[in-house]
């Protein structure tokens, strides 16, 4: 085999190491941007309370029933809307480790594409 085939051959598996790559990233792009625009909400009360937060555990919405306002003295409707943000965040983090470990190898391992 000649050099210049050589060469050529080499060019072409580098090429298509690249494109792997390329298409790779362009996977976990969309798949980091679809993550990112995902809710997660948690519960407490029966349903009665709700808590949403955004993918970064940010809380964007808090939904409290007239049923547990009523039920709920202050003290126990302030522990259900703590577990229902708690609910919501560790759901938004569960999410997050889930997307981040099937995106990144793990450390000391090499991925091929």
Same mark, same amino acid.
């Given at each position: 085999?000649? =050099?210049?085939?050589?060469a050529w051959e080499e060019?072409?598996?580098?090429?298509?190491?690249?494109?792997?790559?390329?298409s790779a990233a362009a $996977?976990?792009?969309?798949?980091?941007?679809?993550?990112? =625009?995902?809710?997660?909400? %948690?519960?407490?009360?029966? %349903? %009665?309370? #709700?808590?949403? #937060?955004?993918?970064?555990?940010? !809380?964007?919405? !808090?939904?409290?029933?007239? $049923?547990? $306002?009523?039920?709920?003295?202050?003290?126990?409707l302030a522990h259900a809307? !703590? #577990? =229902?943000? #708690? =609910?919501?965040?560790?759901?938004?983090?569960?999410?997050?480790?889930? &997307?981040?470990?099937? &995106?990144?190898?793990?450390? %000391?391992?090499?991925?091929?594409?």
């Amino acid at each position: 085999m000649e =050099a210049s085939d050589e060469a050529w051959e080499e060019f072409e598996e580098a090429q298509a190491r690249l494109d792997a790559m390329v298409s790779a990233a362009a $996977r976990a792009e969309e798949r980091v941007d679809e993550w990112s =625009a995902a809710e997660f909400s %948690g519960r407490a009360d029966d %349903g %009665g309370i #709700t808590a949403v #937060t955004d993918a970064l555990g940010v !809380l964007v919405r !808090l939904e409290i029933s007239p $049923r547990s $306002r009523r039920r709920l003295d202050a003290t126990g409707l302030a522990h259900a809307i !703590l #577990t =229902a943000v #708690t =609910a919501a965040e560790d759901a938004a983090a569960a999410s997050r480790d889930a &997307l981040f470990a099937d &995106l990144l190898p793990a450390p %000391g391992s090499r991925r091929s594409a």
